[in-house]
C-alpha cells in the first residue's frame, strides 16, 4: 500500500534560514506525489506536485522539492523562510488502487524572528 | 478562495444527536471528496462522489453517509454522535475523477464540529 511519513511533527525556523520538510514515501510503483499547505482557520492549498515529468518540482511561494527514488524522499525546500510560511504542511500520495490522496501526519513549521 | 463552500463553519452539538454538513464544490468539478481532521487521527479520507456516484471509500464510519446531489452539490450525515467525532470536516472538490492524474484537490474552509 501506498503511503507517506513525515519526519518531525515540529519545525522551527529562524526568518531568512533555509527551510527543510522531510517527507518518505512506500510505494511499489513510481507514485503521484503532493506537498500541501494549511494555514491556520484555512483549508489545505496545494503547493506543488510530483507526476514523474521532472524529479525537482516548482510550487508556489518558493518552495520545491525533489523526488529521490533511491531515497524514496519528497522534502519540501524553501531557501529562505518568511513570517508568512507559518502553516502546516502536509505530504500526501496519490492511492490508484483505492482512488484517493492519503495524507502525512503534517508538520507545523514556525519562522522565528 | 478555493471556490469551495462549505456550511455551517461551526456547529455544536449533543452525543446522540444528528448533523448535516454540506458542501458546493467549484463551479464546474464533478468530484467531490470529504476528510476528516482530527488531533489523534490526522486527515483521514472519508468518502468521494463523482458525477453523482461515490467513485472511493475510505475510513468512513456506518453512522455516517454521504451524498452528491444533481446540482453536484454534496452532503455529509452524521448520526448518532459520539465525543469522538469532534473534529474538522472538509470537502474537496476536483474537475475529473482521478486526483493523482488530473491534478490538485480545492479544499473548503471546513466545518469544525463539537460534540458534548
Known amino acids: 500500500a501506498q503511503s507517506v511519513t513525515q519526519l518531525g511533527s515540529h519545525v522551527s525556523v529562524s526568518e531568512g534560514a533555509l527551510v527543510l520538510l522531510r517527507c518518505n514515501y512506500s510505494s511499489s510503483v513510481p507514485p503521484y506525489l503532493f506537498w500541501y499547505v494549511q494555514y491556520p482557520n484555512q483549508g489545505l492549498q496545494l503547493l506543488l506536485k510530483y507526476t514523474s515529468a521532472a524529479t525537482l518540482v516548482k510550487g508556489i511561494n518558493g518552495f520545491e522539492a525533489e523526488f529521490k527514488k533511491s531515497e524514496t524522499s519528497f522534502h519540501l525546500t524553501k531557501p529562505s523562510a518568511h513570517m508568512s510560511d507559518a502553516a502546516e504542511y502536509f505530504c500526501a500520495v496519490y492511492r490508484g488502487s483505492a482512488r484517493q490522496l492519503t495524507f502525512g501526519s503534517g508538520t507545523q513549521l514556525t519562522v522565528l524572528p | 478562495d478555493s471556490g469551495v463552500t462549505q456550511t455551517p463553519k461551526h456547529l455544536i452539538t449533543a452525543t446522540g444527536q444528528r448533523v448535516t454538513l454540506r458542501c458546493s464544490p467549484r463551479?464546474?468539478?464533478?468530484?467531490v471528496y470529504w476528510y476528516q481532521q482530527s488531533l489523534d487521527q490526522g486527515l483521514q479520507f472519508l468518502i468521494q462522489?463523482?458525477?453523482?456516484?461515490?467513485?472511493a471509500k475510505g475510513n468512513i464510519l456506518e453512522r455516517f453517509s454521504a451524498q452528491q446531489f444533481p446540482d453536484l452539490h454534496s452532503e455529509l450525515n452524521l448520526s448518532s454522535l459520539e465525543l469522538g467525532d469532534s473534529a474538522l470536516y472538509f470537502c474537496?472538490?476536483?474537475?475529473?475523477?482521478?486526483?493523482?492524474?488530473?491534478?490538485?484537490?480545492?479544499f473548503g474552509e471546513g466545518s469544525r464540529l463539537t460534540v458534548l
Open positions: 462522489y463523482y458525477n453523482g456516484e461515490e467513485r
Open positions: 463551479s464546474g468539478d464533478l468530484s
Open positions: 474537496a472538490s476536483s474537475p475529473g475523477h482521478g486526483t493523482g492524474v488530473t491534478g490538485e484537490l480545492f
